[in-house]
Nanobody
Framework: QVQLVESGGGLVQAGGSLRLSCAAS????????MGWFRQGTGKEREFVAA????????DYANSVKGRFTISRDNAKNTVSLQMDSLKPEDTAVYYC?????????????????WGQGTQVSVSS
């Protein structure tokens, strides 16, 4: 079993930055592929970014590429999402997710472990 706890959400003006963190426990963190997803009001949950075991492999949704950066610290069992140049359309609840397989994945169905989510609101 894997437990995930997100932090770092909040309210920011358009063009600003936020950094989300996710703390993992319950399993050797370095064996987990980690992902970030988001869900806006009335919208389906969508993929944001993913990172492989060592941190050398990453994947981003086109909508955030060049603005968001995913990273991990295996010594601290944490994964982070640095969000820059935020836009109002980035407003959503952001979820941290984990999977035990080695390959990165974009489908929420490929991630069995989820955090409770953290709200990010971007004002125009």
């Amino acid at each position: 079993q894997v437990q995930l706890v997100e932090s770092g959400g909040g309210l920011v003006q358009a063009g600003g930055s936020l950094r989300l963190s996710c703390a993992a426990s319950g399993r050797t963190f370095s064996t987990l592929v980690m992902g970030w997803f988001r869900q806006g009001t009335g919208k389906e949950r969508e993929f944001v970014a993913a990172i492989g075991w060592s941190g050398s492999s990453t994947d981003y949704a086109n909508s955030v590429k060049g603005r968001f950066t995913i990273s991990r610290d295996n010594a601290k069992n944490t994964v982070s999402l640095q969000m820059d140049s935020l836009k109002p359309e980035d407003t959503a609840v952001y979820y941290c997710a984990a999977r035990l397989r080695s390959a990165l994945a974009r489908s929420s169905e490929d991630y069995p472990y989820w955090g409770q989510g953290t709200q990010v609101s971007v004002s125009s």
